[in-house]
């Protein structure tokens, strides 16, 4: 009788009514060359077919209250079995040797977090370029010993994930990057060779000036106070962030 293997990563994917997205997030992990994973979906009780989606891809189904990305992934960690979690957005999907990458990565036990280059596969060069610059400023900050990574997909080690306290659910937005620093003071984080698209309905929503301004505000405040918040601003995908699991 084989023995079933424990699985070296958990995959979690938070979602609210995401089967617009959902298919080809699934589809790119189905296709990955490592296969030692399981595919967390916690879902926030979605009204369209999310659920039918994910039951299709054997995903492991943990539901939640919408409060936040943020409570959904540490929900979902908190019964995952993997050694490693790799939280990634809905309308995300990731290279085939993306999985490969990540484990090769954590061979190297003083790696506790990295993520890949996000790109935008259906943008425009306006979004390419933001998104090198981001991409750029990153580094930046992992030299200046603040580093930060966006939610669309993190990379961490569950032991030291756990060490400290998972995400913020406190924070309306920026709890990713403030994970990211709290979890670097348990060892290394990097960027690694590798790349996820991810959509452009952010900025089709907020609209790309304001994003551009906003994010770079938040990066910035990050540098110098360790707080990318913007408790006073009327944001529109911020406050979604706030209502629903994405």
């Given at each position: 009788?084989?023995?079933?293997?424990?699985?070296?990563?958990?995959?979690?994917?938070?979602?609210?009514?995401?089967?617009?997205?959902?298919?080809?997030?699934?589809?790119?992990?189905?296709?990955?060359?490592?296969?030692?994973?399981?595919?967390?979906?916690?879902?926030?009780?979605?009204?369209?077919?999310?659920?039918?989606?994910?039951?299709?891809?054997?995903?492991?189904?943990?539901?939640?209250?919408?409060?936040?990305?943020?409570?959904?992934?540490?929900?979902?960690?908190?019964k995952s079995n993997g050694e490693i979690l790799v939280f990634i957005d809905a309308d995300t999907t990731i290279e085939p040797n993306f999985l490969t990458k990540v484990n090769e990565t954590f061979k190297n036990r003083k790696i506790v977090c990295c993520a890949p280059?996000?790109?935008?596969g259906d943008g425009n060069i306006a979004y390419d370029i933001l998104l090198k610059l981001l991409w750029m400023i990153t580094h930046f900050l992992i030299i200046l010993g603040r580093p930060g990574f966006g939610g669309v997909c993190i990379v961490a080690r569950k032991v030291n994930f756990v060490k400290i306290g998972g995400f913020s659910t406190e924070m309306i937005e920026g709890e990713d990057l403030d994970m990211v620093y709290r979890i670097s003071k348990t060892g290394e984080v990097k960027l690694i060779n590798s790349w996820c698209f991810t959509s452009k309905r952010r900025a089709d929503k907020f609209g790309f000036v304001k994003?551009?301004?906003?994010?770079?505000?938040?990066?910035?405040?990050?540098?110098?106070?360790?707080?990318?918040?913007?408790?006073?601003?009327?944001?529109?995908?911020?406050?979604?962030?706030?209502?629903?699991?994405?």
């Open positions: 009788m084989n023995k079933i293997k424990k699985p070296i990563i958990s995959i979690i994917i938070p979602t609210l009514n995401e089967d617009r997205w959902l298919e080809k997030n699934l589809k790119s992990i189905k296709n990955q060359s490592f296969k030692n994973y399981e595919k967390i979906v916690v879902d926030s009780y979605s009204k369209d077919k999310t659920v039918d989606i994910a039951k299709k891809y054997g995903c492991k189904l943990i539901y939640c209250d919408a409060n936040g990305p943020g409570f959904a992934r540490n929900v979902a960690s908190k280059e996000v790109k935008i994003m551009v301004l906003l994010y770079g505000f938040g990066i910035v405040k990050f540098m110098f106070t360790r707080n990318p918040e913007f408790k006073n601003l009327d944001m529109v995908y911020f406050s979604d962030r706030k209502k629903i699991c994405l």
